[in-house]
């Protein structure tokens, strides 16, 4: 039921609770009024019989009978003994069987000197009569009137009253239901604002002119000021725990008591394998791993579980498991693939490394040993020391090597390209290593290209990449063979290429050779003074510039290294 209908209802029901509480008020008041004035009337006349009446005591049936037709009351005349001497309601000859007065009410209060009165149902006449005795007469005159007329003033009364009542009752019903719809339209535009305000949308306040009304809408403004400054405040908070969560390389999962999933960032979503608008099963199922479904089990149990290593999908993952105060749990996955691929890079480092030195300090330590306890002729302590200064040479050129790689891989390094005349760089290049080649009976040949003549790169790198390139290939091509740089535009770049005639590389080798420390032939590189680290350092220096470097041989027909300059150069930021 609405407002405006309660208090329609409402007034109705205090206008007819008042109506009546006044109708029965206003009767019982107005019928006292009635019956008092009745008295008094019946009093006075009473008084008046009692002086009118003949002195002849057998006139007094007359006299009452008379006075009886002409007030329309009726009057009896009662002994001091409570006989009935004349009544005007008898026949003469009737008058002496009525029964003794003398206990009546008033009849008893006249014969002891005051006035008397009684209201009651008349055995003789049968109906309600107002009595009134006065002493006077034979002893005591009573006279006697209907009610009937005092119930028809009331009745008079109570139409007038209820015609009234009807009135007022209309008139406050319709002042009611003005005045609940006036009341009611704010009210319920506040439980639309309010509405609003649980959606989110603009809420409208209106104006009742009711003060108290208008309070409780200064209230709720305010409250919604209020909820409006804090919703935002946590939106902003969640939208930067959301924009931390995802920006985390660390995968984040969390699922509520049920174990289904609620967040899950981009990074758990590539480590699991799923797309990002993919739907997520729940927790338990989510890992398709024992060990991960074990720790899924325990946390989801109440147990906490630290840095557990798994494999997913051949990654290296640390999980890591906690519950959630009010039920559910956070997985926090951490991908070690690369640390632990590093982690082997570095002990296979140490261990070339290690390998490495261990030849050339062998023989060092060995020969200088030798020079210590053995005195030796000139000519045998030239040659121990030529051996020893070749192998101290040797971790020389070793330790630079490293020393350029660590610098060019760390970043420590970067390319500040130039235009370069290929021919004259290459020439350059060779002429560092002439002598050796003519020692060997190694021929060169260059074939640049026109349209290749310029390549757009850092001096130093090119010189330091072509001086590899052909120190690699005159170790490994044998006496007579031949070296043959070219340079030929290709895909919006040039191609440097150093090409031998030597034993060649086996296919199985080709793609581990710019790896450092790696050799084809482990002995013959090593003879020859090789350190394992100029293609790496060459491919290293290339893709700095943004380029890239490949490999074609054939066993005992050559080997060609390529090595591809883009004409932009490096990025040098």
């Known amino acids: ?68 037709r002409e007030s329309g009351l009726r ?26 007065h003398g206990e009546r009410p008033e009849v008893r209060a006249a014969l002891a000197g005051r006035v008397g009165s009684d209201r009651r149902l008349s055995a003789t006449v049968n109906r309600p009569l107002l009595y009134v005795a006065v002493p006077g007469g034979p002893g005591v005159v009573r006279l006697a009137a209907p009610l009937a007329g005092n119930d028809a003033i009331l009745i008079h009364v109570h139409r007038a009253f209820l015609g009234a009542a009807l009135v007022a009752l209309l008139i406050g019903a319709g002042l009611a239901f003005l005045a609940g719809r006036s009341i009611a339209r704010p009210l319920t535009t506040i439980s639309q604002a309010a509405r609003s305000i649980a959606q989110g949308a603009p809420p409208r306040f209106p104006r009742s002119g009711v003060p108290d009304i208008d309070e409780l809408i200064r209230a709720l403004r305010e409250m919604h000021a209020q909820l409006d400054q804090r919703f935002n405040e946590l939106r902003r908070e969640r939208a930067e725990s959301a924009a931390l969560v995802e920006a985390m390389i660390e995968g984040v999962i ?14 758990a979503r590539r480590l699991l ?27 989801l149990g109440g147990q906490s ?31 070690v693939t690369e640390l632990r691929r590093l982690e082997t890079v570095r002990r296979d480092f140490v261990a070339n490394v290690s390998h490495e030195l261990k030849t050339p300090l062998t023989s060092i330590s060995g020969y200088a040993e030798t020079l210590v306890q053995e005195p030796a002729d000139g000519e045998t302590t030239r040659r121990f020391l ?21 610098r060019i891989e760390s970043g420590g390094w970067r390319p500040a390209p130039e235009p370069l005349d290929v021919a004259a760089v290459a020439r350059e290049s060779w002429g560092l290593l002439a002598d050796r080649a003519e020692q060997r009976q190694i021929g060169f040949a260059a074939q640049v290209a026109p349209d290749a003549g310029v390549v757009t790169a850092d001096p130093d790198a090119v010189r330091h990449v072509l001086s590899n390139l052909f120190d690699n290939a005159i170790r490994h091509t044998p006496a007579g063979g031949r070296v043959t740089f070219s340079a030929v535009r290709d895909d919006g770049g040039v191609a440097l290429e150093v090409r031998d005639t030597g034993a060649g590389i086996p296919g199985e080798h080709l793609p581990r050779i710019f790896e450092r420390f790696y050799r084809a032939d482990h002995a013959r590189a090593r003879d020859d003074g090789g350190t394992g680290l100029g293609l790496a350092i060459v491919r290293h220096l290339v893709e700095a510039h943004e380029g890239r470097v490949g490999a074609t041989s054939q066993v005992g027909r050559g080997t060609a290294i390529t090595c591809w300059f883009p004409d932009g150069g490096a990025t040098t930021s």
């Open 1 to 68: 039921m609405s407002f405006a209908t309660r208090l329609v209802w409402g007034t109705i029901l205090v206008i007819i609770v008042a109506i009546a509480v006044h109708v029965v008020g206003a009767e019982l008041a107005l019928r006292g009024d009635l019956e008092q004035e009745s008295r008094r009337t019946l009093e006075r006349e009473a008084l008046l019989v009692a002086r009118a009446l003949p002195a002849d005591s057998m006139a007094w049936q007359g006299a009452v009978e008379n006075i009886a």
């Open 75 to 100: 009057v009896t005349l009662i002994a001091r003994d409570g006989r009935v001497i004349a009544e005007s309601e008898e026949a003469p000859d009737g008058v002496p069987r009525i029964e003794n």
């Open 254 to 267: 969390a699922s509520d008591p049920r174990g289904r999933i609620v967040t899950a960032n981009a990074a």
């Open 273 to 299: 394998g799923y797309e990002p608008d993919a739907p997520l099963p729940d927790l338990e199922q989510i890992f398709r791993v024992k060990a991960a479904r074990e720790v899924v089990d325990a946390v």
């Open 305 to 335: 579980v630290l840095e557990r290593e798994l494999e997913l999908d051949g990654q290296s993952v640390l999980l890591s498991a906690r519950p959630l105060a009010h039920g559910g749990a956070l997985l926090v996955l951490h991908d």
């Open 386 to 406: 030529t051996v020893i200064l070749s192998n101290a040479r040797r971790m020389q050129r070793l330790v630079d090597g490293l020393l350029d790689l660590s």
